[in-house]
């Protein structure tokens, strides 16, 4: 069975028990928007649903993964004023997007064919297995920008690259390309740029071979294994992340990009 849906931010496509989910803004190097956050948590909560599919790739149109939030869109959008909460039982709703990958019971594969920066960086730890282009470069760049990272780089980057380098990438932004990416197990191995769907497919396909709810209860020993519960986790980030928003440094790190300068942070 073949099935594709075009002429969206998100695109979804079922071949032969895979399902492919790209994301396609090429032009903004698949940076996303509310429209592309909300079409891409469709489509992780549709694949677990579809009962022709037994494993996930994401992965973006060339020449990016995803390089994290629209800036314009959502960073540099008026909000609305908010403040810390006043009672610890006051919580934000993790991320929808990051919750739906979180959930996925199903088998996901992350092709990264570029950039992943960012949020990018954080769909990219929420699967399973990553493979990466030659082309491929990592960053938690989010303390550029004043704030803190999503549930992934809390929740998953420790787990999968220990908790001193998760450290040392959070609290720097640094960006790694595949190479450094694949030395410290961030992802489980580097391929040329033209090669990578063609090995992602060929890995999916062999783990679609399996009979599916064994894979369901795989993967979910891994989980339980290895990360446990993020819920209460990513409602701590985005409670942080919310308040942070409201910092003159977050400020200063969302112009100094648009303006394309060095930023000046000054801690308020």
């Known amino acids: 069975m073949s099935e594709t849906e075009t002429g969206a931010s998100v695109l979804y496509e079922v071949e032969r028990h895979i399902a492919t989910i790209t994301l396609n803004r090429p032009d903004r190097r698949n940076a996303l928007n509310f429209d592309a956050y909300d079409r891409l948590e469709r489509a992780l909560r549709r694949a677990v649903v579809d009962g022709d599919v037994r494993c996930v790739i994401v992965t973006g149109s060339d020449p990016a993964f995803c390089s994290g939030d629209d800036v314009r869109e959502i960073m540099a959008a008026p909000k609305p004023k908010e403040t810390a909460p006043k009672s610890p039982?006051?919580?934000?709703?993790?991320?929808?997007?990051?919750?739906?990958?979180?959930?996925?019971?199903?088998?996901?594969?992350?092709?990264?064919?570029?950039?992943?920066?960012?949020?990018?960086?954080?769909?990219?730890?929420?699967?399973?297995?990553?493979?990466?282009?030659?082309?491929?470069?990592?960053?938690?760049?989010?303390?550029?920008?004043?704030?803190?990272?999503?549930?992934?780089?809390?929740?998953?980057?420790?787990?999968?690259?220990?908790?001193?380098?998760?450290?040392?990438?959070?609290?720097?932004?640094?960006?790694?390309?595949?190479?450094?990416?694949?030395?410290?197990?961030?992802?489980?191995?580097?391929?040329?740029?033209?090669?990578?769907?063609?090995?992602?497919?060929?890995?999916?396909?062999?783990?679609a071979e399996n009979p599916p709810l064994a894979l369901r209860y795989m993967k979910e020993g891994i989980r339980k294994g290895t990360y446990g519960d993020p819920r209460e986790l990513g409602s701590w980030a985005i409670e942080t992340i919310r308040a942070l928003m409201q910092t003159e440094d977050h400020k200063e790190g969302v112009a100094s990009f648009l303006e394309k300068r060095p930023p000046v942070f000054k801690g308020h």
């Open 89 to 207: 039982t006051v919580r934000h709703q993790p991320t929808p997007a990051a919750m739906a990958a979180l959930e996925c019971d199903k088998p996901l594969i992350a092709a990264i064919n570029g950039a992943a920066i960012g949020w990018g960086m954080e769909l990219a730890l929420y699967a399973d297995i990553r493979i990466a282009s030659d082309k491929a470069k990592f960053s938690e760049m989010f303390i550029k920008r004043g704030l803190v990272c999503d549930v992934g780089g809390f929740y998953r980057l420790p787990s999968i690259v220990g908790p001193a380098k998760a450290a040392e990438l959070l609290f720097t932004g640094d960006v790694i390309d595949a190479g450094e990416a694949q030395r410290i197990g961030l992802v489980s191995r580097t391929v040329p740029h033209a090669q990578l769907m063609d090995e992602a497919r060929a890995l999916a396909g062999r783990i």
